[in-house]
């Protein structure tokens, strides 16, 4: 059964659309009378939630895809430079 009852709610488009389409928040109705926050506040802290929501529950491979290929080869280098010095002192 649905009674009468507005509320306001704020809806953010998700940040990865492979979690989630949107995010709907839904406020505390004296939220603007009470602590004297402003829209533009309220609707940046809910897109914050929802893309520190996004960055927790993403796997791991995408955070490892945004690291650009060259670091992996200078990383390589690295190892094999300390890995070949190691065999010639020891």
Known sequence: MVKGVSKRVIVVKSPDPRL???AIFIMKED?????????????KEAQQVASGY???????????GRIPAPFYA????????????AALYF
């Open 31 to 43: 939220v603007f009378h009470q602590s004297g926050v402003s829209a533009d506040q309220i609707l």
């Open 74 to 85: 200078a990383a390589g280098a690295l190892a094999a430079t300390a890995a070949w010095a």
């Open 20 to 22: 989630f389409e949107q």
């Open 54 to 64: 996004a960055r927790r529950n993403t796997p791991l491979r995408k955070t490892f």
